[in-house]
């Protein structure tokens, strides 16, 4: 074979090149083209019917927001269709029709270039100074002036025809409201002011319903989410509004509520180190220093002076190993002997005889001090069968009314389950507001772990 007779192959290796090349180039063209297409396809429907979208959408976000409550939070077995519909009118009508015609049609003629602005990039909008002047405006009428004097008036009496249709007491819905004014619209603006700054400066307007409804959606979910079966306060989260309510709830969470280190760590020794002496400036440094330098760790402690008394009360864990050489030294120690140390051992409530805790209560009480307080609220809680599991109290002045409060705040727990002992312990305990002329009576009821048992159970 002579050279000369493959002088042809490179040209032939290129030209394969190039096709192979071209046909790649075509695929991926074709591939964006597609996506172009799913894209335009996306929005066509909301950008050519956006009253149409933003109401569908504002519908299904309700409904499934309360489908969520009622699932996760309630542990309903079976969803209140009746009830569902309902709160899907309240998403189609006002959430979809009202905010929709005051977010485009409204806003729209107030600020003719607000489609332009939220169109601009990030860097022209920084330099729109009459742009963003119209931004803070649309913000500052919808936060401060829509939704103080519209929204929440409108949600309040929805929520209470929806939840008490047999009696709904329009006119208390609205003083509860009233009352609640204040916490509402601080913890509104604290979630939606930040989204609708976004919702405004960067969605296009058909967007505005569906952002706001997303993110209703997100905060329902979270709340939902953190408060699995607590059954008590369903009320306040449904709906999916951001109030003082829910505001706080979400603050608290479950996985805070409830826990106990004797219980959660059962590798370790656990004693109750308990004392009082003449107050001394020093004494927790002291007393902290002595159990660390012996492999002990403070958990739950309480250090209060009362008068010329200085009192400790502390759970301190540590190693087996280490628990004798710990006491010995809390009890030898010469510079602590003013204090009266005493230690006691803890065991874990799981290995003694008690019946392991499924329902847990938490109550804080806030009024104007009296004599005999908590023996009221404490017989009224052991009456119903609730095992204390923590109580604190404590005296606060009140310098708007000139007067001492007291505040009592306890963990209470039951093993008992069913719901009538539930409904009856929190009438029992909100009855204490009238008896007792307090000003907050607050009941927050956790039962996760309950629900978590019987689902394992079933399975």
Same mark, same amino acid.
């Given at each position: 074979?002579?050279?000369?007779?493959?002088?042809?192959?490179?040209?032939?290796?290129?030209?394969?090149?190039?096709?192979?090349?071209?046909?790649?180039?075509?695929?991926?063209?074709?591939?964006?083209?597609? /996506?172009?297409?799913?894209?335009?396809?996306?929005?066509?429907?909301?950008?050519?019917?956006?009253?149409?979208?933003?109401?569908?959408?504002?519908?299904?976000?309700?409904?499934?927001?309360?489908?969520?409550?009622?699932?996760?939070?309630?542990?309903?077995?079976?969803?209140?269709?009746?009830?569902?519909?309902?709160?899907?009118?309240?998403?189609?009508?006002?959430?979809?029709?009202?905010?929709?015609?005051?977010?485009?049609?409204?806003?729209?003629?107030?600020?003719?270039?607000?489609?332009?602005?939220?169109?601009?990039?990030?860097?022209?909008?920084?330099?729109?100074?009459?742009?963003?002047?119209?931004?803070?405006?649309?913000?500052?009428?919808?936060?401060?002036?829509?939704?103080?004097?519209?929204?929440?008036?409108?949600?309040?009496?929805?929520?209470?025809?929806?939840?008490?249709?047999?009696?709904?007491?329009?006119?208390?819905?609205?003083?509860?409201?009233?009352?609640?004014?204040?916490?509402?619209?601080?913890?509104?603006?604290?979630?939606?002011?930040?989204?609708?700054?976004?919702?405004?400066?960067?969605?296009?307007?058909?967007?505005?319903?569906? /952002?706001?409804?997303?993110?209703?959606?997100? /905060?329902?979910?979270?709340?939902?989410?953190?408060?699995?079966?607590?059954?008590?306060?369903?009320?306040?989260?449904? *709906?999916?509004?951001?109030?003082?309510?829910?505001?706080?709830?979400?603050?608290?969470?479950?996985?805070?509520?409830?826990?106990?280190?004797?219980?959660?760590?059962?590798?370790?020794?656990?004693?109750?180190?308990?004392?009082?002496?003449?107050?001394?400036?020093?004494?927790?440094?002291?007393?902290?220093?002595?159990?660390?330098?012996?492999?002990?760790?403070?958990?739950?402690?309480?250090?209060?002076?009362?008068?010329?008394?200085?009192?400790?009360?502390?759970?301190?864990?540590?190693?087996?190993?280490?628990?004798?050489?710990?006491?010995?030294?809390?009890?030898?120690?010469?510079?602590?002997?003013?204090?009266?140390?005493?230690?006691?051992?803890?065991?874990?409530?799981?290995?003694?005889?008690?019946?392991?805790?499924?329902? *847990?209560?938490?109550?804080?009480?806030?009024?104007?001090?009296?004599?005999?307080?908590?023996?009221?609220?404490?017989?009224?809680?052991?009456?119903?069968?609730?095992?204390?599991?923590?109580?604190?109290?404590?005296?606060?002045?009140?310098?708007?009314?000139?007067?001492?409060?007291?505040?009592?705040?306890?963990?209470?727990?039951?093993?008992?389950?069913?719901?009538?002992?539930?409904?009856?312990?929190?009438?029992?305990?909100?009855?204490?507001?009238?008896?007792?002329?307090?000003?907050?009576?607050?009941?927050?009821?956790?039962?996760?772990?309950?629900?978590?048992?019987?689902?394992?159970?079933?399975?």
């Amino acid at each position: 074979w002579r050279s000369e007779e493959f002088e042809f192959l490179p040209s032939l290796i290129g030209t394969a090149h190039v096709k192979y090349s071209d046909q790649r180039n075509l695929t991926t063209s074709l591939a964006r083209s597609n /996506w172009d297409t799913i894209m335009l396809a996306s929005t066509a429907i909301p950008t050519k019917h956006p009253l149409a979208f933003g109401v569908g959408i504002s519908t299904f976000k309700t409904m499934f927001s309360d489908a969520v409550v009622q699932k996760v939070v309630e542990q309903k077995e079976e969803l209140d269709w009746k009830r569902n519909l309902a709160f899907g009118a309240f998403g189609c009508f006002y959430l979809g029709g009202v905010q929709y015609a005051l977010y485009v049609p409204v806003f729209g003629r107030l600020f003719p270039n607000a489609a332009s602005f939220a169109a601009k990039s990030l860097r022209d909008k920084l330099r729109d100074v009459k742009g963003i002047a119209a931004l803070n405006a649309q913000v500052f009428l919808d936060q401060c002036v829509h939704h103080p004097l519209m929204y929440f008036p409108v949600f309040y009496m929805t929520r209470e025809l929806v939840m008490h249709s047999d009696s709904p007491d329009m006119k208390g819905a609205l003083l509860s409201y009233k009352e609640n004014m204040k916490e509402d619209l601080l913890a509104l603006w604290k979630i939606w002011v930040p989204a609708t700054f976004f919702n405004f400066a960067f969605m296009p307007m058909w967007g505005r319903i569906p /952002w706001v409804a997303g993110t209703s959606l997100l /905060w329902t979910m979270v709340l939902s989410a953190m408060r699995g079966g607590d059954v008590a306060h369903a009320e306040e989260i449904v *709906g999916g509004a951001v109030t003082g309510a829910t505001l706080e709830i979400m603050k608290e969470g479950f996985s805070e509520a409830f826990t106990c280190p004797v219980e959660l760590d059962p590798e370790m020794a656990h004693i109750c180190v308990s004392a009082s002496g003449p107050d001394k400036t020093g004494w927790v440094a002291m007393v902290a220093r002595a159990v660390a330098q012996e492999g002990g760790n403070v958990t739950h402690s309480r250090m209060v002076r009362l008068g010329h008394e200085f009192i400790i009360l502390m759970h301190v864990s540590v190693a087996p190993e280490n628990l004798k050489t710990l006491v010995r030294s809390l009890n030898n120690d010469q510079d602590l002997l003013p204090l009266n140390i005493r230690t006691s051992s803890l065991t874990r409530r799981q290995t003694g005889t008690y019946e392991k805790p499924l329902i *847990g209560f938490r109550i804080k009480c806030v009024g104007k001090d009296r004599q005999g307080m908590l023996a009221e609220i404490s017989e009224r809680i052991a009456r119903l069968g609730l095992s204390v599991d923590n109580i604190t109290t404590e005296l606060r002045l009140d310098r708007k009314r000139d007067r001492r409060e007291f505040v009592v705040n306890c963990d209470a727990t039951t093993p008992k389950t069913d719901q009538k002992m539930i409904d009856g312990a929190i009438h029992d305990i909100s009855a204490l507001k009238e008896d007792l002329g307090l000003d907050i009576l607050d009941i927050r009821v956790h039962s996760e772990n309950f629900i978590a048992r019987r689902r394992r159970t079933e399975q």
